[in-house]
Structure formats: structure tokens, C-alpha cells
């Protein structure tokens, strides 16, 4: 079966009408965060390489512009982070030199104490960081980063890229009740947060399934506290609504519940199984979870998601 490097256009909140290209396989990361929605990284890395080649990426993302894909942004991001591919400097390259769509890159800016790295994203036209932690300890906590990167480097390393990069740059930070989220880290944040600079401060939580369950939403009570103290270019993300029914494909709806009926699938399978993107899923996968329709259920280390017990047909 082909692999599928590019996907969408899908809905962002941040980004309008998105088209997503993957730049490594699933779930290569330099961190493990306790929040991700893709479950718990298979590979913890910095080690970079072309992990895809470019080429056949942007193969595929051609196509799709012959064929009438339209975007408001062609999105570097995907199932793992995407500087971990070496050839993520050309690739940003060759995509301007073939459409005059914006590119943003999505990145856990892990690893922008590399000047090779900064330099990599420098043509984009935004990058999307994330800052969830304002201390090594809250570091390994939330983002169980790589035993190599320091929480300061990476910091350091995002303000140096503030400096030289021309775009505008969109910080996430993605808060977790009862871990970083009172008024006190807020506090602590918007110290680190005035360095960087950054256009845009987008706040984040986990309204959908995360890779462990006690990485839990903030109220929206608590955002708008923690929000006000950052400033006013400062703004709530979250997704709490998630995609509205008329946002959402009948047909994904119907396949995804008939595939949970016959047997618990896990994201990965269900991605297969219906060759549809995994961060798509999610999207229909949170507000079915929500709405009581199927339920996530553990086992050993693995999440599956299940029709609620009257519609099963199987037990894992
Ligand atoms: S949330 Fe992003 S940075 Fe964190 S583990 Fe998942 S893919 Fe990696």
C-alpha cells in the first residue's frame, strides 16, 4: 500500500484550512510528552536524518496542488517532530518554489539550540513552538524530553531564533491541571514568554485522549485566568467544542464506528484501516469519546478505542 505523506486539507484552529505533510515515520520524537495524542513515542531521538525523502514528499504534495487541493497554510508537522529530518531545510525550499501557499512548521522546538535546526525553518512563513514547562523539572515531567536536551538550551536556542527569523513566530503552551497550570506558573511562563517574543501566545489543554491519563484539561475557567496573566496577545485554543457534527465527514463517522463494532482498534489501526491521518481521527475519535459512543480502554502499554458494551461484537 502507498504511504501517504501528505493529508488533508483538514480544519485547524490555528491555521485555517491546513494541508499536513509528514516528515518522519510515526511517533519519532525527541520528546514523549505525557498529553500527545498519538500515544507514547516509539522512537525517542535527536538523531536527524532523512527519515523520508523529501522527494517523494513533495511528489505527493504536487499532486495534490494539481488536483485543486486549496489551503490557507501547507503544514510541516505530522506524527513525531519534523526537524528530526535532516532534509527539512530543502524541503521548505522546493514547496515555495512550486506554490505561493504559506508554510508554517509545527515543532516542539527541541531542538533549535542547533543552529543547523534555526536555520533549517528560516524560509517558513510562521512556526508554531511549544512551551509547556518553565523549568527543567516541569520539563521532564510534561515533555520527557531526550536525556540530551536541557531545558534551558532548548529555551535559549528558541529565543536565538526569534532574533534572526523573519516570519512570526505562534507559541503553544499547553497546560495540564494540577501539573503547570496555576496562577503561580503563569507567572513564571510570562518570564520565559518575554524573551521569546513571539507574536502570537496560543493557550492549550487536553480535551482530547492523551498518552497517560492523568494528564488532565484545565477548566475554561482556569484558562482565561492563566491566559489574562500572559497578556493580551495571549489566547485560549482549545479545542473544547471539538469538530461540530456538520464539521464532521458522515462517511469517516460511519466507517470508524463500523471498524470499533468488529474489533478495539488502536489510533494506529484505525488510521490504516480507513486511510485517513491519525491527527484527522483524533478529531472525530474526541468527540465520540465525549458523547459516550466508544470508549478508550488500556492495555499494557497500548490505548484501544471501543464501541460503547450494546454495540460490541468482540473483546480485545
Ligand atoms: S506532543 Fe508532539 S512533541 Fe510531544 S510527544 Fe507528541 S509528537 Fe512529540
Given amino acids: 500500500m502507498m504511504k501517504h505523506f501528505v493529508y488533508g486539507p483538514v480544519p485547524s484552529r490555528r491555521l485555517g ?19 500527545c495524542q ?13 527519515y523520508i525523502a523529501v522527494e517523494r514528499i513533495l511528489e505527493q504534495l504536487c499532486q495534490k496542488l494539481k488536483e485543486g487541493a486549496r489551503a490557507d497554510y501547507i503544514t510541516v508537522a505530522g506524527s513525531g517532530e519534523p526537524t528530526l529530518n535532516s532534509q527539512t531545510g530543502a524541503l521548505i525550499h522546493d514547496i515555495k518554489k512550486h506554490t505561493e501557499i504559506p508554510v508554517a512548521v509545527l515543532t516542539n522546538g527541541s531542538l533549535l539550540g542547533d543552529s543547523e535546526v534555526r536555520e533549517s525553518i528560516m524560509e517558513a512563513d510562521v512556526v508554531l513552538p511549544s512551551l509547556d514547562a518553565h523549568d527543567q523539572e516541569g520539563f521532564e515531567t510534561i515533555n520527557r524530553p531526550h536525556p540530551e536536551i536541557k531545558f534551558e538550551t532548548m ?3 528558541l529565543i536565538d531564533f526569534r532574533k534572526k527569523y523573519p516570519g512570526e513566530i505562534w507559541l503553544e503552551v499547553f497546560i495540564l491541571d494540577g501539573i503547570n497550570a496555576t496562577e503561580a506558573d503563569a507567572i513564571q511562563f510570562k518570564h520565559w514568554i518575554e524573551r521569546v517574543n513571539p507574536q502570537k ?4 489543554t487536553a480535551v482530547r485522549p492523551s498518552a497517560e491519563t492523568y494528564a488532565r484539561q484545565v477548566s475554561p475557567e482556569k484558562m482565561s485566568r492563566f491566559c489574562k496573566i500572559l497578556g493580551e496577545k495571549a489566547e485560549v485554543i482549545a479545542p473544547y467544542k471539538d469538530l461540530e457534527k456538520h464539521e464532521r465527514r458522515a462517511d469517516v463517522e460511519e466507517d470508524l464506528l463500523d471498524l470499533l ?14 486511510s485517513v491521518h491519525k491527527n484527522e481521527i483524533l478529531k472525530y475519535i474526541g468527540a465520540l469519546v465525549k458523547n459516550h459512543t466508544i470508549e478508550m480502554v488500556k492495555k499494557d502499554s497500548l490505548v484501544y478505542y471501543q464501541r460503547g458494551p450494546d454495540k460490541r461484537n468482540k473483546k480485545i
Fill in 17 to 35: 484550512r491546513s494541508l499536513g505533510v509528514d516528515l518522519v515515520p510515526y511517533k519519532v520524537c525527541s520528546y514523549d510528552c505525557i498529553y
Fill in 38 to 50: 498519538l500515544g507514547r513515542t516509539k522512537e525517542k531521538t535527536i538523531e536527524r536524518k532523512p
Fill in 155 to 157: 529555551v535559549e536556542g
Fill in 201 to 204: 501566545i496560543h493557550i492549550n
Fill in 261 to 274: 463494532a468488529r474489533r478495539p482498534c488502536t489510533l494506529d489501526d484505525i488510521s490504516s484501516g480507513l
